[in-house]
């Protein structure tokens, strides 16, 4: 495992912190809508902690916040985003899975909390697959 970017030590950490919260909620179906949303969570601070720090030849991103702010010249696009496409360009083999746990994660915060045990399994289930990929 390779964790030389500047901020992979803690972004791996909190990805870490995030998967057990994931666990720890997981035992309680009452809290469905935040196993997926930690699930997200934890699969969001994997993939940064491996992806970065970005060089484009232009320049070297270290976070995705810095990633952001140079794509701001040429096209607005939200952190989530802009991981999502990271995500696609560099981690192709998982990208379904990272696509999945953040629409997941929207319809869980923002739409339904009610989510079916069998969509949260399917939260952890992905988290591994983004974990192991990282």
Known sequence: MDMSGPNSFSQRNHALHNEEVCELLSSEP???EWVVTSAFYAALHFVQSKVFPIHDGKAVYKNVSSYCLGLKQRNRMSKHKATLAICQTELPDIA????????A???ARYQRYHIRDEVAATARKYLLAVKAAC
């Open 30 to 32: 009452k809290f469905n």
């Open 96 to 103: 379904a899975e990272y696509q999945w746990l953040l629409s």
């Open 105 to 107: 994660s929207m319809t």
